[in-house]
């Protein structure tokens, strides 16, 4: 007990601290991914909310760019009644939204900048090249996460689309780089860079914390485990006890004939095979007795079911006290038939038997019911010795006899040899 004990506690704790290393690893993973994913959406916003207004602006100042007093352009600032195009307009968005300090940078980038702002309105590192190669319009947006200034970040290309006011600007304007272009061409990207490392204390106290119970539940529940070990080892055993007399009672229920509360068919044809398939010669000579009662739809139909059952049970217990004990095994086959498997018999102890069981059956009184008559018709073979043959040839000789006795008027037993020859078919 004390062993068995010890080596549950050993095991527990082993499993305990491995599910703590797995733990510290799984909390800081998800704490790096919650943290990617809270930038990723971030970025995301930004980058959707740029575009939006860009695209909203773009929409709006289509119908100025006609009047007569007003100018939409890229240099517009110190000029009366001027105001920025949508790129500008885009390109200052980001960076009023941009915040060095914190690592929150929005870079608004064309594939094909004005010559104004070639140095800048182009793409100025790797990421942005790679973003612009990889944009498409069933991929419209671009992550990777890099190191930038030592500092881990995240970086969001989202794809930045031609609409008509675009199209029609840029394929007329004299400075455009580009006059071809068309609805839905991608003409750059924005680039929006979000710290990984960076404003996330409360989320980190807040997974150490979760980790900090989480452990301490573990160490609880782990002793509360030990405290118990030993009363769950003593209710198993209790319960396995049970279960042991429980299932005892169910094989007999699944062997046992509800009624007579002999042997059923089941267990006469496993006794019966196991006879044979054991090759069990210490059994032989091995008599079988097949006997059935005689005319007894007739008692049901005249006397009903429940009559007919106690005849049935007078039957069983009357055969049952004349067979040699330890030696016999009695079963129900059928509805008012039955079997008797006899082990290392002699014929005439066999012949014997068989009278004794014609008069217990003859003998047989019904309370209540005194002209009732019971009979019974008997075939019988005896085997000494065993072949390939299987046990139902066997019975075939003792049915056979018993057809044979019911022809020549029943209440009677006739008794054929085993031979192995013939049976066979």
Known sequence: MKITQTHAIAFFSVIFMLMA???????QKFQYSTTTLLASRTAEVIATTVNQARISYSARIAKLRSHPDITVE????????????PTTFAIELGEAVSN???GVIVHTYSRYPFKSRALTGGPQDKFQHDALAHLTTSQPVFE????????????HAEAIFMEQSCVNCH????????????????????DVTVPLNGGNDKLAAIVRYSYIIFMAFSVISLLGMFVTLKRTH???RELDKKVKIRTTILNEMAYTDSLTLIANRRSYEEFSDNIINQNCQNSLPLAIIIYDLDHFKQINDQY???????CLIATVNAVSSILPKGNDFHARIGG?????????VSNEELEQIIQRVLESVRKVKIPKHADIKITCSIGSTLAIEFDESTIKNIVKTADDALFEAKDLGRNRCIHKPYNKKQSKC
């Open 100 to 102: 060095p300090e914190t």
């Open 21 to 27: 290393s797995i733990s510290l690893f799984a909390v």
């Open 171 to 190: 394929n007329t304007h004299p400075n455009s780089p580009k006059k071809d272009w068309q609805v839905g061409d991608i003409r750059g990207a924005i």
């Open 336 to 344: 008012e038939e039955f079997a008797i498997i006899l082990k290392h």
């Open 304 to 310: 009903g079911h429940d009559v007919g059952d106690e």
């Open 144 to 155: 990777r996460i890099e190191e930038l200034d030592k500092r881990q970040v995240l970086r």
């Open 234 to 236: 003593q209710q198993s």
């Open 74 to 85: 890229a240099l517009y600032h110190g000029k009366p009644l001027s105001i920025p195009n």
